[in-house]
């Protein structure tokens, strides 16, 4: 591989500050930046002078069409292309592009997912320029990230209300913050580094299974004989093919500008990550799509698939996504780093509380916000967190806030020490403010939290508008009590200690998947909501409908839109895989174990024919064992098709997506269960599909 000058690589193929600096005159890139550091209005002059620059800089990247790059309520991105070609007198073409055609683009919005604010007839909405996502190049198209809302204004996308979110979370932080004497901070940001879960296998083996391309994930497929048990492929060397895909993928993301820092193999075999480093949220989010779109294209090179379903593999670990959050202000400072002595960090301690008793108030919507048919199979699996919301602290950080709640003064926190680690060759190392909880779905991990609840596809807008929106409701309220304070100090230690003390049941330091948790948790009133089924309904909790339409994130109809289009979703995710399992098992599975019966009863019976003297048992109890295990199949076959057809006479969301819960998937556990016994008793040759030890070891 030839040397590549990363410096020079990064962010080439965007059209971020550097080189708004090179090509906009002055006073446009001021206007510009005022817009995108202040909310000021974008005048058309401005905007067209930005839209030439912007469309003679892709031309030289090779770019010849354009596009509103949006992220729709399907969870993935959107794009329609439009060539910057525009006729002349002459019957030739010249290359233009507007500011108008920079700020707003039309998209016919009937074929998304709206959950009933759009009717099909009624096609229009609109895509609005986000300044403060950077354009970019992709496959010779300038592609501009957009807000995407319907006709009558509501969102019918991720990113407007993760906009909203932030500007909420700004405002508030700015109050706490200007309480403690902080008058240079003009801006706090929340930040975001996801870090992504992904599996790789052969494409060849991919191509013959079917229920991986339907659905992401194998619906039949019997345990190998090894798997994870030995706990040899987390942080092992990685394999010559896999490392040239990983080369490859670091180096079409430095060139979008996306900070690609870490790579490894995790835990499962031919289960890797890819793990950012921190930027804005809003920017994160774009970054962290885009990211799974180049992953699978570079897959493909390769002779590859990238699989980022959050289970595509039973009996091994599921693919997650960590959303690591936190405060920063354009200052430079981490509002959540506890310094050397949090004890005397009351600022630190404030922010802390407000997020603690989020978390706790909101418990629900941290679940809701991961919620999906895939992430069902990883939840609680012993593998990531369980269903239970909770936080992490550690046993050091956990004392501080037990002390602020008592009143003790005296407390002592020296909790930055060092570690000697017995060689004296080896330096002493600094240690962290907590130790790392993996069991947790919300620790502290030193000056950020990370939430480990996301599975692999997820959106990481999702569980980011919701941490934002809590959040800045909870600093608002700290915020209307504070200000009137005629003693600060006192009250605001008073306002933290209570705080805690009415909220300190979601604090968690142990193990959160052992039985006893979920018995401890029960007994504190946490929630336990095992499914998105489950979940879903408290979406519509007045007091969320509360929180989203006083902080003007979500209206109350944009609400129970996403509602209805999650409900929906659930029932018709689980409707294709039962649908694919019925199609394998019906076509391929049945026909082939039939097919192998009969060989081995023509074996037997030729062997009878010889000599009536030869053994004929092995044959004969293969064949009996298969018979029967073939009729079960069948029945259960049967089972699953009346179950869908009874699912047909349900038409309310939730009690559609409780049925898919309760009979539909319980009716695709069963049948999978016979198929891969069946696996197990029938010759590779003819059985149809690539094996688990084949999927799992063969890159």
Excluded at 232 to 240: E, L, N, V
Excluded at 256 to 282: C, D, M
Excluded at 496 to 506: A, F, M, P, S, V
Aim: aromatic share 10%.
């Amino acid at each position: 591989m030839a040397n590549v000058n990363v410096p020079e690589l990064f962010g080439s193929m965007v059209f971020d500050e550097a080189t708004m600096t090179e090509r906009l005159p002055k006073e446009t890139f001021k206007a510009l930046k005022n817009t995108i550091k202040n909310g000021d209005p974008l005048d058309i002059n401005v905007a067209n002078i930005v839209a030439n620059a912007m469309k003679d800089w892709a031309l030289e990247k090779g770019a010849t069409h354009y596009t509103h790059w949006f992220q729709p309520m399907t969870g993935i991105t959107a794009e329609k292309h439009d060539s910057f070609i525009n006729p002349t007198d002459d019957g030739r073409v010249i290359m233009e592009f507007s500011g108008k055609e920079l700020i707003k683009g039309e998209p016919d919005a009937s074929s998304f997912p709206s959950g009933g604010i759009r009717a099909t007839f009624e096609a229009r909405g609109y895509t609005a320029w986000d300044p403060t996502s950077y354009a970019f190049v992709k496959d010779e198209t300038l592609c501009i990230p957009t807000a995407f809302c319907s006709y009558t204004g509501e969102s019918l996308d991720k990113k407007t209300p993760l906009l909203r979110s932030m500007e909420r979370i700004n405002t508030e932080a700015l109050r706490i913050l200007r309480l403690f004497g902080d008058t240079e901070t003009t801006r706090v940001n929340t930040t975001v580094g996801p870090e992504q879960e992904y599996f790789l296998i052969d494409k060849d083996m991919f191509d013959q299974r079917k229920d991986l391309q339907f659905t992401g994930r194998t619906l039949f497929g019997a345990k190998a004989p090894k798997g994870q048990e030995l706990e040899d492929h987390y942080f092992g060397t990685i394999k010559p093919r896999v490392l040239s895909f990983m080369q490859e993928l670091d180096r079409e993301l430095w060139k979008f500008g996306i900070l690609a820092k870490t790579r490894h193999n995790e835990v499962a075999p031919s289960q890797h990550e890819l793990a950012p480093i921190f930027t804005t949220t809003n920017l994160a989010t774009d970054h962290n799509q885009l990211t799974m779109e180049v992953m699978k294209k570079v897959a493909k090179k390769h002779g590859l698939v990238c699989l980022l379903h959050e289970k595509p593999f039973a009996g091994v670990n599921g693919s997650g996504k960590h959303n690591n959050w936190s405060l920063s202000t354009n200052t430079g400072k981490n509002l959540l780093s506890p310094s050397k002595t949090p004890m005397k960090n009351t600022q630190f301690q404030l922010f802390l509380a407000a997020i603690i008793k989020g978390v706790d108030e909101y418990q629900d919507l941290l679940r809701i916000s991961v919620a999906s048919a895939g992430n069902d199979h990883r939840l609680g699996a012993n593998e990531a967190p369980p269903a239970i919301i909770s936080i992490f602290l550690g046993e050091d950080l956990s004392k501080v806030m037990e002390a602020v709640a008592c009143g003790d003064t005296e407390y002592t926190d020296d909790i930055m020490g060092r570690m000697g680690m017995g060689v004296d060759v080896l330096p002493d190392i600094k240690k962290d403010t907590t130790d790392r909880n993996r069991t947790s779905p919300f620790a502290f991990t030193g000056n950020k939290f990370e939430f480990r609840m996301l599975g692999s596809a997820l959106n990481i807008a999702c569980p980011n508008i919701m941490l934002n929106t809590f959040i800045a409701d909870e600093l608002k309220q700290f915020a209307d009590e504070l200000e009137g304070s005629e003693n600060f100090d006192a009250d605001v230690k008073k306002l933290i200690g209570k705080t805690y003390n009415e909220h300190k049941r979601i604090v968690f330091n142990g193990d959160n998947y052992s039985e006893e948790w979920a018995k401890e948790a029960k007994k504190r009133g946490l929630l336990n909501l095992r499914t998105m089924a489950d979940a879903l309904p408290h979406y519509i909790d007045a007091k969320n409908i509360k929180l989203f339409t006083e902080n003007n994130v979500f209206s109350e109809r944009e609400m129970y839109s996403r509602y209805e289009i999650q409900l929906e979703e659930y029932s018709k995710v689980l409707n294709i895989e039962a649908l694919t399992m019925l199609d394998m098992a019906k076509r391929d599975i049945v026909p082939a174990v039939t097919g192998y019966v009969r060989e081995l009863a023509d074996t037997a019976n030729s062997k009878k024919a010889l000599s009536a003297d030869i053994n004929c048992d092995a044959e004969i109890q293969l064949v009996t064992n298969l018979s029967n295990l073939t009729s079960c199949f069948v029945k259960k076959i049967d089972a699953l098709e009346k179950a869908l057809l009874k699912s047909k006479d349900i038409t309310e969301p939730q009690a559609l997506a409780d049925f898919y819960r309760d009979e539909v998937f319980g009716a695709m556990q069963e049948l999978r269960a016979v198929g891969d016994e069946m696996e197990i008793s029938t010759s590779s040759e003819y059985w149809p599909y690539p094996s688990y030890g084949e999927l799992l070891f063969g890159v």
